[in-house]
């Protein structure tokens, strides 16, 4: 049926639709990280100028006495009377039926399993009472037991216990549980009836069946017959809370007495249910000031920040952070004033820790903005003071210094360093404003000593709590990247001991991707970082993939191609899954997920082709369900992925074949689609083909040809040249496809063939 055309207004979205678009989009949530950390970097700064109110509170001595002008309900008191009384009253409890039978017949089925069990071990070859199980075995075992779940250990103790050790366990058991449910199982104490039932077992039977197999079972199948009623629990509960009567203060009485003891919560509660309390004073004007002061820093940073660094205001995570940096050290300067040391205030602090996590520009613009308010807040909401000056004048300056400082070098004893350059220089610009402004040379040594030991106390912070953000907001900083590249990160060290193929590949594309970092201005830490994980997918099933099968057959030549091609790219879902688990940061597991594309497994789809008499086939079934690379460290991770995998198949190339190689394995990526997402031009492409040629040149440098051997070692040497002739023969040969055809150079970018 023909339909009309809609309208150009009905076509436009509904307000609700743009309004729930809107809130559910990540300017939204930008927009609400910025209203959340206003709100308190705003309640900050007004419990820093509110004026001080000597009003009673709690733990106060007090100096006058408060009798109540007229009955008041000591409220505090009365609700941890009743509460106490409440919690006195002991459950209720019903009894269950039919637990006991549900109880022995669940018993009778773990039993009939584990007599399964033994009955499958007994059938093994060598069976013995001390016979040692392989994992197959202790698998096979485990699949058998349904109802409860047994260790290792504990199932090779129940399989090489003799018959009459099982049977008189068995014999004691059943009516130990029997006679013991035919009691009182009360819930919460399933304990107590299985530490009875194991000392009625423990006569008769091993300590080893004893704590192995039957402490398992019982804590598998006993279930309280006795069973908490929580209607008729709280029912008397209630009762007991509304019991109790209420604590009252009748016309007249004392409520707070001079000099006797400190004030509590429960007088205060009462003085202000009074309205005894004289704290209900405003100073509006104070408050409006405060959040326009508050509201335009922030809003004039958050638009230099949007100018300036674009990349981090468009970031949700980075919003949230500077937050919480500029109300830490707010926090830290409120305590400052608070002990009456305002030059111990850290000012530095913002402009050091968000230099060493988002750069050097948020930094400069966030603290800038944090060192205005901090001022403000420390010195009060007067005229403008000379210890206002002094401190807006040392924080800006000693931490724009700071944030250039910590540019280009990260290094935990660098920033040790900047701090110490920074305590020199709020030293020596507060000795100099105070010979200007001051003729009391000792109290201006005296605050030139306390910004230093502010600067101190901001490079502690900045290295305690550093690490702390990192792992908090997942950050790829250079601190933690270079933690992350250590040999010793749990996922390397998994990779050098279970899969050393990958692990020695994925050190030569982390060269190779540095390299290239280095030579096009890309970041080089994130590049090596995310090429040593890159491939922790194959931790899955290392001898899947050809560099990790060393002195064995090839598992895909038995293998269907299908399934083959299944498992290759399933370890890029892995490797997200391991990242995920190890929290990398989200860059690296974008490397992860994109360092193959949506590229085809060729090899594979080219032999299942064959296999099928040349019937086209659907290559989704055979390719990578990843997206091309969108950085580029993650488009520098595939090329240089693809280049280490397919120079392998290469035998001693000479330097112009390694060239000739390289540029068209890019080619072919270009070609395929693989770039069309990266931001590369093709100059950088000819940098990064003309790097990785300079690298592999050197792995494939020619060697001396060393004279032969005398003639009393080549005996030993003829032995030895036999064995590993013997030894090539004997594994299966690795599967390559020859070089000289370009159609089927394709096929040589598959590394896990």
Excluded at 185 to 195: C, D, L, R
Excluded at 385 to 401: A, E, H, K, P, Y
């Amino acid at each position: 049926m023909f339909e009309l055309p809609l309208s150009p207004k009905a076509q436009k979205p509904s307000f609700r639709k743009k309004a729930a678009d809107y809130l559910g989009s990540q300017a939204f949530m930008r927009l609400l990280a910025i209203l959340v950390g206003g709100f308190f970097c705003l309640l900050i700064f007004i419990i820093s100028i509110s004026p001080k109110r000597y009003n009673l509170v709690v733990g106060m001595v007090p100096d006058q006495t408060i009798a109540a002008h007229k009955d008041v309900i000591d409220e505090v008191t009365t609700q941890v009377n009743r509460d106490a009384a409440a919690a006195a009253v002991a459950p209720t409890y019903h009894h269950q039926d039919g637990i006991t039978e549900a109880v022995i017949a669940n018993l009778e089925a773990v039993h009939a399993e584990i007599v399964a069990v033994r009955q499958y071990a007994q059938t093994l070859p060598d069976y013995s009472n001390r016979r040692t199980y392989s994992q197959d075995e202790l698998a096979v075992a485990h699949d058998m037991l349904n109802l409860m779940e047994l260790q290792d250990f504990q199932i090779v103790t129940l399989l090489n216990a003799t018959n009459e050790q099982f049977d008189e366990m068995y014999a004691a058991l059943l009516p130990a549980v029997r006679n013991t449910m035919q009691g009182n199982v009360i819930q919460g104490q399933e304990s107590s009836a299985i530490n009875g039932i194991m000392q009625l077992v423990g006569y008769k039977t091993n300590v080893s069946l004893l704590q192995n197999v039957v402490l398992p079972v019982l804590r598998t199948i006993i279930e309280p017959n006795m069973v908490v009623d929580a209607e008729a629990t709280e029912s008397a509960r209630q009762d007991a809370w509304n019991a109790v009567e209420p604590v009252v203060f009748k016309q007249g009485q004392n409520i707070v007495v001079r000099g006797e003891g400190r004030v509590r919560e429960n007088q205060i509660a009462m003085l202000n249910s009074l309205g005894l309390l004289d704290d209900n004073t405003i100073d509006y004007q104070m408050y409006l000031g405060a959040l326009a002061l508050v509201a335009f820093v922030l809003a004039l940073s958050f638009v230099a920040l949007k100018v300036l660094s674009p990349q981090t205001a468009g970031e949700t995570r980075s919003i949230v952070l500077i937050n919480l940096v500029i109300l830490i050290s707010l926090a830290l300067s409120l305590l400052a004033k608070e002990v009456q040391l305002i030059y111990l205030a850290p000012l530095a602090l913002p402009f050091m820790l968000l230099t060493a996590t988002l750069g050097p520009m948020p930094a400069i613009i966030a603290g800038t903005a944090c060192t205005a308010l901090g001022a403000v807040m420390i010195t009060g909401t007067g005229s403008a003071t000379t210890d206002w000056v002094n401190l807006l004048s040392i924080g800006i300056f000693s931490g724009v210094l700071s944030s250039l400082l910590l540019k280009s070098n990260y290094q935990r004893s660098y920033v040790l360093l900047t701090g110490a350059l920074v305590g020199l220089t709020n030293f020596l610009l507060l000795f100099g404003l105070g010979l200007l402004t001051s003729m009391n040379l000792q109290s201006t040594v005296n605050k030139g000593l306390w910004s230093l030991v502010g600067a101190a106390v901001s490079t502690v912070l900045c290295l305690a709590i550093q690490p702390a953000l990192e792992s908090a907001f997942n950050l790829p900083t250079p601190t933690r990247l270079l933690d992350l590249t250590n040999p010793n990160h749990p996922l390397l060290r998994r990779l050098l001991l279970e899969a050393p193929g990958t692990y020695h590949h994925s050190i030569i594309i982390a060269n190779l991707a540095e390299a290239c970092a280095e030579a096009i201005g890309a970041n080089p830490l994130l590049a090596r970082a995310g090429a040593y994980f890159h491939d922790i997918g194959k931790l899955k099933r290392p001898l899947y993939f050809k560099e990790n099968q060393i002195g064995t057959g090839n598992v895909h030549d038995s293998t269907d191609p299908q399934v083959s091609a299944a498992i290759i790219t399933s370890h890029v879902r892995e490797g997200l899954a391991l990242a995920r688990q190890y929290r990398l940061p989200q860059e690296i597991q974008q490397i992860i997920a994109e360092h193959h594309g949506d590229s085809l497994v060729a090899f594979f789809y080219h032999k299942a082709v064959q296999e099928s008499d040349n019937e086209q086939l659907d290559k989704s079934e055979f390719s990578y369900t990843g997206v091309p690379p969108q950085t580029a460290e993650g488009a520098l991770v595939m090329l240089c992925d693809t280049i280490e995998a397919a120079i392998r198949t290469l035998n001693s190339p000479s330097q112009e074949e390694i060239v000739v190689f390289i540029n068209d394995l890019i080619q072919k990526k270009i070609q395929s689609g693989q770039m069309s997402n990266a931001p590369l031009t093709l100059k950088d492409l000819q940098i990064i083909s003309d790097t990785c040629a300079t690298v592999l040149n050197g792995v494939f440098h020619e060697r001396i040809e060393y004279p032969a051997a005398p003639d009393k070692l080549l005996a030993p040497r003829e032995k030895l040249l036999a064995q590993l002739q013997q030894l090539r023969k004997s594994s299966a040969p690795p599967v390559s496809l020859p070089l000289s055809p370009p159609k089927k150079r394709a096929d040589q970018e598959e590394k896990a063939v």
